[in-house]
């Protein structure tokens, strides 16, 4: 195998819209990272970012129409060499030509003769985001194994603001990663499917300044967001005061309290085929909080009184059994000692399917990169997940989760 044929090969496609321009970032860590990329403009691309540009970055020619290079038949090769396309912006008009299968451009044909994971970013204003023929055009595209995430939310052309908005060039790139790094010939195993995860740790306030919490930044649950979207998934997260980046593709609900965090979950499990509750939510609130901040007085200050928060996990299995639906539900716990034990008690508790237990303290688990785990079935499966990325953690979690979904048919 030559040097060029292990390099992973991603075909940039480039739609034409303002957005354009922030695709440069995601092509410069593309390359950055060692992958090799063919950078396939549209014609009106162009407009936005020159041939010029595309090609420095990329190191690599550019050309839009199918009659360049003709001898090389591009319009074959390369979407037959590619281990990933990646379109970004992916305009309503292009999304449109992919879902009818056009093939007027050098960009449409390599869609048609890729057989490697196709992922699209759309960009575009909220109303044409919204209209009846887009959200057709992107159900058709995902029916047939391609990746459409779902746009961010924020400033748009001009003063607008709303959904449409392309997500960062950093998340994005973290996007293509994860869909490489499960190859080339891996299906969307989560196509078709919506999952509901839960993030970070709720603070309980004690006044406006001083509250209940815990050390959770959160990395875990944003790990198994992007993991699921990379995998196909319709994914809601519901953060509980994390300051990491919006991960593509996710739609995100912030929270801060355990109150908050059981509303927001309660008014999202409906329809999700999975429900992932990896926040850490404190056992205890106070009674009540103070209106202005707690002032030294130079006498002991009084006890504060606390009530325990929701059972959220134990709800949320409640739920299900009330309406006898076919939801995965997956629980995590945080212990300190006798871990497994601890787990084993937690699970038959709780009544969810999986318990994903890791240790935490001394550096362990809370706001690191890795994490590692020992998950619980509730048909008395035990895996242990080894030290490792939390995305590989994630990816292993949803691996279970997968294995116990029900058919769509059911």
């Known amino acids: 195998m030559s040097d060029t044929e292990s390099v992973p090969q991603v075909v940039l496609g480039v ?23 063919r950078v396939v403009p549209t014609a009106d691309a162009l407009r936005f970012v020159g041939a010029p540009t595309w090609a420095a970055l990329s190191g690599q020619p550019v050309e839009t129409g199918v009659w360049d290079e003709v001898h090389e038949v591009p319009h074959v090769r390369i ?14 008009n292009l999304m449109a030509k992919a879902a009818a299968g056009l093939a007027d451009d050098l960009l449409t044909n390599t869609l048609l003769t890729a057989r490697c994971p196709v992922v699209f970013a759309p960009a575009m204003h909220t ?8 959200q057709a055009n992107v159900a058709t595209l995902r029916s047939r194994g391609a990746i ?3 746009p961010a939310v924020g400033r748009l052309t001009g003063a607008d603001t709303g959904r449409g908005r392309l997500p960062d060039p950093v998340e994005l790139f973290e996007a293509a990663r994860l869909v490489l790094r499960r190859g080339a010939d891996a299906e969307p195993d989560l196509a078709g499917r919506r999952v509901v995860i839960s993030a970070g740790g709720t603070r309980e306030a004690i006044d406006p300044v001083r509250f209940l919490g ?10 198994l967001a992007r993991t699921a979207a990379a995998r196909g998934a319709d994914v809601t997260l519901v953060a509980a005061n994390v300051s990491l980046p919006d991960p593509a593709g996710v739609r995100l609900v912030r929270v801060g309290s355990a109150v908050e965090l059981a509303e927001a979950m309660e008014a999202e499990r409906g329809g999700a085929d999975a429900l992932v509750m990896t926040a850490a939510v404190a056992d205890f609130r106070p009674v009540t909080s103070a209106a202005s901040k707690i002032k030294k007085s130079g006498a002991a200050p009084a006890p504060i009184e606390l009530v325990e928060n929701p059972d959220i996990l134990a709800g949320l299995v409640e739920s299900r059994k009330k309406e ?5 539900i997956v629980g995590f716990a945080a212990e300190t000692d006798d871990v497994i034990d601890n787990g084993r008690a937690k699970l038959t508790r709780k009544g969810c399917d999986l318990l994903v237990v890791n240790e935490v303290g001394a550096g362990k688990a809370f706001g690191t990169d890795d994490n590692k785990a020992t998950v619980l079935g509730a048909d008395g499966t035990v895996v242990d997940i080894p030290t490792g990325p939390k995305e590989d953690l994630a990816d292993r979690v949803w691996d279970l989760v997968v294995a116990r979904l029900p058919d769509r048919a059911s």
């Open 148 to 150: 459409v995430l779902d």
């Open 324 to 328: 006898r639906s076919g939801q995965t």
């Open 127 to 134: 109303e044409m985001w919204e209209h009846p023929a887009t």
């Open 79 to 92: 979407g037959q060499s590619a281990d990933l396309v990646f379109v970004a912006p992916a305009t309503a």
């Open 214 to 223: 815990n050390h959770s930044s959160g990395r875990q649950g944003y790990a």
């Open 15 to 37: 739609g034409g819209g303002i957005a354009a321009y922030k695709v440069c970032e995601l092509l410069r860590r593309l390359t950055e990272s060692g992958h090799r990329v």
